[in-house]
């Protein structure tokens, strides 16, 4: 118990001085403090120089919650409790093997080193985002995570920071089912990772964004504006009752596993989910609808 007590108290520490590093440029290139406001602040600009709908306030519905949830849940949640269940998980899952006489790297199905790095990386990179479209899948159509995602699909007027309203359990249900399937490809630093992640969420803050893009006919492989609006459209037709449109960064699984649906131009389509009128405005009241919900039905 004292190692995991340890773990604990070192997993805020070592996170907060890495946050702060970040937030004082002491690290590397790989800053993602400062990466992910320069990426946001670019695809605010395309949105305003190239908007899809001209209409939209430049401050739009809900700009500053959603930009308020995306440093929430990019860098704060880490230091509540994300860096610290992720070491636990870790610690608990290698003290279980190596009570068996075994050890994580024993199930490699491969060596990152015996591969060129890029080749490493692409791998890791379709691994991620295969293995996170079919959790989307899941938070759609399990109630008990829908409640959940719904924080995500009250957004009511798209834009990039929109890409980052979520709840905090999310990224728990995500990195849990990520965790092993990574480790069974290959080990990879945060800097080596890095290009991988800032691409995520380059993809995912322009397919939230107000531009009416679909990149022609690398539309098949890569998530679009053209395509994710549909995927928060409020009313779909009840054969895809559960939702459509699930790819993260890569639309291809989406086509491959016939979840694809885009029937016309989405531009003026209303957005959210049935019932929304009544979904809460604030972030601490998004925050604690999902267990509010649940107490709901179970009395």
Avoid at 34 to 40: A, D, E, K
């Amino acid at each position: 118990m004292d190692k995991y007590i340890e773990l604990i108290k070192n997993s805020y520490s070592g996170y907060w001085n890495y946050l702060k590093n970040e937030i004082l440029f002491q690290n590397h290139w790989d800053n993602y403090f400062y990466g992910l406001i320069g990426i946001s602040l670019l695809i605010w600009f395309l949105e305003l120089w190239f908007p899809w709908r001209k209409d939209q306030p430049i401050f739009r519905k809900d700009f500053w919650l959603d930009t308020f949830y995306m440093f929430f849940n990019f860098f704060l949640l880490n230091l509540i409790i994300l860096i610290a269940l992720s070491n636990i998980a870790s610690e608990l899952l290698n003290d279980a093997l190596s009570g068996i006489g075994l050890t994580l790297s024993d199930f490699q199905l491969f060596d990152s080193d015996d591969l060129p790095k890029w080749l490493g990386l692409l791998i890791f990179f379709l691994v991620s985002d295969f293995v996170q479209w079919n959790t989307h899948r899941l938070l759609h159509r399990i109630p008990f995570l829908w409640n959940f995602h719904k924080v995500h699909h009250s957004v009511k007027e798209m834009g990039f920071a929109a890409h980052l309203r979520y709840h905090w359990m999310e990224p728990v249900v995500y990195k849990s089912l990520l965790y092993i399937p990574l480790a069974l490809i290959a080990n990879y630093s945060a800097q080596d990772v890095s290009l991988v992640y800032f691409f995520a969420i380059a993809v995912g803050h322009l397919n939230h964004a107000n531009l009416g893009w679909d990149y022609g006919v690398l539309k098949y492989i890569f998530n679009n504006p053209k395509m994710h609006i549909w995927h928060h459209a409020k009313d779909l037709p009840k054969h895809v009752r559960f939702g459509v449109n699930y790819g993260l960064t890569l639309s291809i699984w989406d086509y491959i596993f016939k979840t694809d649906y885009v029937p016309y131009n989405g531009r003026d389509i209303e957005l959210g989910f049935r019932g929304d009128e009544s979904f809460p405005k604030d972030f601490i009241k998004q925050e604690l609808y999902p267990l509010m919900s649940q107490n709901e039905e179970a009395n």
